[in-house]
């Protein structure tokens, strides 16, 4: 499974790296395989929504998370100038702790829906 991760390196300039992640077949239920990744440990759980047009400056995030877009579009830029564009589904890992950080801008017309999964210590 492919997501993209944001990280910041030792000068505190942050990029993107995909990531692919290896899954293995496992049984859910007496008669149901599914494909999963490795568990991570998570400590939180949360929904959130960005307006139309909302915009931020650079920041690193508060914790180190996981999260899918549930609906509408973001833009992310990072430090080195690389701007990518998360839309319906997408994954980002946000592992840019100390760093300068990553700006969001809401590129749909709609808000943006967002699950997120805060990642345990």
Known sequence: MKYT???GDSDGET???DVEEETQKTE???SSFSN?????????CFLASLPPAYTDDFHPPPKRF???ILK???ETTVCDGEVRRLGLADVALIDDLDS???HNTVVSQSDCQFLF???AE
């Open 5 to 7: 991760r944001i990280y």
């Open 100 to 102: 300068k950080g990553h």
């Open 36 to 44: 999963l990744t490795k568990p991570k440990l998570s400590s939180e």
């Open 72 to 74: 509408g579009e973001l």
């Open 117 to 119: 999964v805060v990642l």
């Open 66 to 68: 996981m999260f899918t």
């Open 15 to 17: 990029h993107f790296e």
């Open 28 to 30: 859910t239920s007496p």
